[in-house]
């Protein structure tokens, strides 16, 4: 039994000027999983088919292997990500298998109560969420221990760390048994650099923290979802309440509900974890204060925002700081504080 790199996994995150789309974070390209190949007698095995446009590289490495789609007995996802699975189709004949325990073979589907319960020759799948909901890995065992372990451990942790506890649980899990790993994306993982993840185990974890701003006068629907979805981006939450002068100053209108009483309601929300006074709307003086990761905002922002988000990053580029990242969340339509102001003037 041999295992063979068909496609060595690739992540290249591409520098782009926000001013071309402000709704735009994050470009990868050219972006693809590592696609594996356990070949023996018993079964030939792939494991993840990457994305498209590298069908052509995919195919000549299984040629080169003396093998065709058709010899393929099984495809295992790790996980249901594009780059991971978009190839699939070349291999028609397998049995696959994915997601928390299903197996599609031809027109017939089976479900198993977990993926660890499929028997696969030369494999053991287990369980290893954290990076998606359903990430599952494949360790193969020969003179050392392989683990092909998609996203579930990735280069990036080296540097940012683990993004919640169960991804964590699951790289601890990897890292105790595995002597090679086999990335979802980057070089083959071991000797002096799997060292290197086994000791991000030990270190803590950096507390990404998250900051937003508004008035969040008369608390309505749009403000919770805004502050949901906010959550789901970072470990701490602050929120940034305008006060009453700067609401007139910046807006011209004074909010109906008092600063307090506002800041009392954000305290109440239970995915914000601080509560602040905007008393400015320099961006950059509120980050030399709080060191906030991600700055949120919404798709559908003020007129004035552009202005407020030129200058703010121009502060980091004049200082040749690393500016933070800033997310666009989606706007509720229907539902605003100008509405209600209104439904109460009549």
Same mark, same amino acid.
């Given at each position: 039994?041999?295992?063979?790199?068909?496609?060595?996994?690739?992540?290249?995150?591409?520098? =782009?000027?926000?001013?071309?789309? *402000?709704?735009?974070?994050?470009?990868?390209?050219?972006?693809?999983?590592?696609?594996?190949?356990?070949?023996? /007698?018993?079964?030939?095995?792939?494991?993840?088919?990457?994305?498209?446009?590298? %069908?052509?590289?995919?195919?000549?490495?299984?040629?080169?292997?003396?093998?065709?789609?058709?010899?393929?007995?099984?495809?295992?996802?790790?996980?249901?990500?594009? &780059?991971?699975?978009?190839?699939?189709?070349?291999?028609?004949?397998?049995?696959?298998?994915?997601? %928390?325990?299903?197996?599609?073979?031809?027109?017939?589907?089976?479900?198993?109560?977990?993926?660890?319960? =499929?028997?696969? *020759?030369?494999?053991?799948?287990?369980?290893?969420?954290?990076?998606?909901?359903?990430?599952?890995? !494949?360790?193969?065992?020969? &003179?050392?221990?392989?683990?092909?372990?998609?996203?579930?451990?990735?280069?990036?942790?080296?540097?940012?760390?683990?993004?919640? /506890?169960?991804?964590?649980?699951?790289?601890?899990?990897?890292?105790?048994?595995? $002597?090679? =790993?086999? *990335?979802?994306?980057?070089?083959?993982?071991?000797?002096?650099?799997?060292?290197?993840?086994?000791?991000?185990?030990?270190?803590?974890?950096?507390?990404?923290?998250?900051?937003?701003?508004?008035?969040? &006068?008369?608390?309505?629907?749009?403000?919770?979802?805004?502050?949901?979805?906010?959550?789901?981006?970072?470990?701490?939450?602050?929120?940034?309440?305008?006060?009453?002068?700067?609401?007139?100053?910046?807006?011209?209108?004074?909010?109906?509900?008092?600063?307090?009483?506002?800041? $009392?309601?954000?305290?109440?929300?239970?995915?914000?974890?601080?509560? !602040?006074?905007?008393?400015?709307?320099?961006?950059?003086?509120?980050?030399?204060?709080?060191?906030?990761?991600?700055?949120?905002?919404?798709?559908?922002?003020?007129?004035?925002?552009?202005?407020?988000?030129?200058?703010?990053?121009?502060?980091?580029?004049?200082?040749?700081?690393?500016?933070?990242?800033?997310?666009?969340?989606?706007?509720?339509?229907? !539902?605003?504080?100008?509405?209600?102001?209104?439904?109460?003037?009549?």
């Amino acid at each position: 039994m041999e295992i063979k790199i068909l496609k060595k996994g690739i992540h290249a995150n591409q520098d =782009i000027a926000k001013k071309e789309n *402000p709704h735009v974070y994050l470009v990868v390209e050219p972006l693809c999983s590592a696609v594996t190949l356990i070949k023996g /007698e018993k079964a030939n095995i792939i494991v993840d088919t990457g994305n498209f446009g590298f %069908e052509e590289e995919i195919l000549t490495n299984l040629k080169k292997e003396g093998l065709e789609p058709k010899d393929i007995d099984y495809v295992i996802l790790t996980h249901t990500h594009p &780059d991971h699975m978009l190839n699939t189709y070349l291999f028609k004949h397998a049995n696959l298998i994915f997601n %928390e325990g299903i197996s599609i073979q031809g027109i017939k589907g089976t479900c198993y109560t977990y993926a660890t319960k =499929i028997k696969v *020759p030369y494999v053991e799948i287990i369980k290893t969420h954290g990076h998606s909901t359903n990430d599952i890995s !494949v360790v193969v065992r020969t &003179d050392k221990t392989y683990v092909i372990a998609g996203d579930a451990i990735r280069y990036g942790m080296l540097e940012n760390g683990f993004k919640n /506890e169960q991804e964590k649980e699951s790289a601890r899990n990897i890292l105790e048994i595995a $002597d090679v =790993i086999i *990335p979802g994306h980057g070089d083959i993982i071991e000797g002096e650099t799997l060292q290197k993840f086994k000791d991000l185990l030990e270190t803590k974890p950096k507390l990404i923290i998250g900051y937003t701003t508004g008035v969040f &006068d008369l608390f309505h629907q749009g403000h919770l979802n805004l502050l949901r979805n906010a959550k789901e981006h970072c470990d701490k939450l602050m929120v940034g309440v305008t006060t009453d002068e700067l609401s007139v100053e910046f807006k011209g209108k004074k909010p109906v509900i008092p600063f307090e009483e506002r800041i $009392d309601v954000l305290k109440s929300v239970k995915y914000v974890d601080e509560v !602040v006074p905007q008393t400015s709307m320099d961006k950059f003086e509120a980050w030399e204060k709080y060191k906030f990761d991600v700055m949120f905002a919404s798709e559908s922002p003020t007129k004035q925002w552009p202005e407020v988000e030129a200058e703010f990053m121009k502060k980091f580029e004049d200082r040749k700081l690393p500016a933070p990242k800033i997310v666009y969340l989606p706007y509720t339509p229907g !539902v605003s504080s100008t509405i209600r102001r209104e439904i109460l003037k009549k």
